[in-house]
């Protein structure tokens, strides 16, 4: 895992080899204040006019390609003060688009200067805490497909998946019990059955997307596995059905900026300083114990001071953070899981080989369930869809669940132990090494399989 570095912007030249790939029609805006139940995050957006947004891409000698506006970026200022900020937008020529007021950064969008030049002039600014591209997702880039929505019975017998946690060892209901898990991962379908008894509320309030939230398969699916409290093959299909579930969305569409995600991670960090989450009906609900899985990664490596900086606040406030090692199969940076803190997890199939596209490395903490992929069949991971049906997925997206669940479950068994000591029983009493089934992946695929006490 790496080490947080504290730079002023991405380490990539954006003022060389950058062409026009797209440009997207924004409309107009009123100016608004978007403020979260109990001030746990804050966005101020002012009124901005109609115009082309140039969306650009970088490619690197390697081929790597990067998306990022042009015309914004990310800036956190020491003196987060709305005097401060001000005089920062009139000296750089700057108009504010969100601010968030936890992590003490935001999107701005630049009226005059280029990029490099603004990135220029605040990297020699004490002022200046860091700024960055607004580095978008382009998940147009990523064509692997990790979910299916065809339908599919419910098994009888009891799941290969299951089995390879060692659930039969002793499980209850009650697992996860007195522990919320957060999913930071594209909207849930909310109305499933199996996850209305872990939910916190019906709506999808925290949402820390521009558009619209729509309940989508990936996000549902890694829910199932953690919560699901459908029944198969004698057992509920969530492996940590007592859990509490807080499902916090972001947008994955190409155009959406990763700062947002790490908005979600902050609010997330606030929470459990603060103890509770306020809903917006006024209701609070007690977080103690948070597991916060995130099955995403950040295009092409890159490893971005609003993320990163996010993330060191969630393992500080004392957070197990659970973080899907990625699908190219390759040993290489893959961010957030490389973040120091994050419980970074490939992913293995039924007979405890490296699923075909897991990434492995050092930096593997444990390998999970995964499946073989595509064509999706009894030997991938079974799981809810945003449909309301089941159907079979694959990936170290829903590897990493796998692993939530039973942190969680050993956590809810010792409720007096903090984030450091459940790591720790987890690494020295509930591993076991999968290098003998894959002796071309010796030692990298961490501790192997994390299973139920």
Same mark, same amino acid.
């Given at each position: ?75 956190? !200022?020491?003196?987060? !003060? ?28 630049? @009226? ?6 603004? @990135? ?174 995130? !099955? ?100 170290? !997206? ?56």
């Amino acid at each position: 895992m790496n080490t947080h570095r504290l730079r002023k912007h991405a380490g990539r030249n954006f003022s060389a080899s950058t062409r026009l790939l797209m440009l997207i029609a924004e409309p107009v805006q009123a100016p608004r204040v978007i403020v979260d139940p109990d001030t746990q995050s804050e966005f101020e957006v002012e009124a901005i006019p109609a115009r082309q947004i140039e969306v650009f891409t970088h490619v690197d000698s390697s081929g790597v390609q990067v998306n990022f506006r042009h015309s914004e970026v990310i800036m956190a !200022s020491r003196d987060s !003060s709305s005097t401060a900020l001000a005089i920062l937008c009139i000296e750089y020529k700057l108009t504010q688009m969100w601010f968030d007021r936890i992590g003490k950064f935001g999107l701005f969008r630049i @009226l005059e200067d280029d990029l490099p030049t603004v @990135l220029k002039k605040m990297e020699d600014d004490d002022r200046v805490l860091f700024a960055e591209p607004n580095i978008l997702d382009g998940g147009e880039l990523n064509t692997y497909q990790d979910t299916e929505s065809e339908g599919q019975p419910i098994p009888t017998a009891p799941l290969w998946n299951h089995q390879t946690v060692c659930r039969q060892n002793g499980w209850s209901v009650d697992d996860g019990g007195g522990v919320v898990i957060a999913i930071v991962d594209t909207p849930v379908f909310l109305a499933h059955p199996g996850l209305k008894q872990a939910l916190f509320t019906q709506t999808n309030e925290f949402h820390f997307g521009s558009t619209v939230p729509e309940p989508q398969n990936h996000g549902t699916s890694v829910a199932s596995i953690l919560v699901d409290s459908t029944s198969v093959g004698g057992a509920p299909l969530g492996l940590a059905p007592g859990a509490k579930l807080l499902p916090v969305s972001i947008d994955t569409t190409s155009d959406s900026s990763y700062a947002r995600r790490a908005v979600a991670i902050n609010f997330l960090a606030r929470a459990l300083q603060d103890q509770y989450v306020g809903l917006r009906s006024g209701e609070r609900f007690p977080i103690r114990r948070l597991v916060v899985n995130c !099955s995403w990664q950040l295009q092409a490596n890159q490893d971005l001071t609003s993320v990163s900086m996010a993330f060191d606040s969630l393992n500080r406030a004392g957070a197990v953070c659970v973080c899907s090692a990625g699908n190219t199969n390759q040993d290489g940076s893959h961010y957030p899981s490389d973040y120091a803190g994050c419980i970074s997890i490939a992913g293995v199939t039924k007979d405890k080989t490296k699923s075909p596209t897991s990434n492995f490395g050092k930096r593997i903490d444990f390998a999970l369930p995964g499946g073989n992929g595509s064509p999706y069949d009894l030997n991938d991971i079974f799981a809810a869809q945003a449909n309301g049906a089941f159907d079979y997925v694959s990936g170290t !997206s829903f590897a990493a669940p796998h692993a939530g669940a039973v942190l969680a479950t050993i956590w809810s068994r010792n409720r007096g132990m903090m984030r450091d000591e459940i790591l720790r029983v987890a690494r020295e009493a509930c591993s076991e090494s999968v290098d003998k089934e894959n002796p071309d992946f010796a030692e990298k695929l961490g501790r192997g399989i994390l299973h139920f006490p």
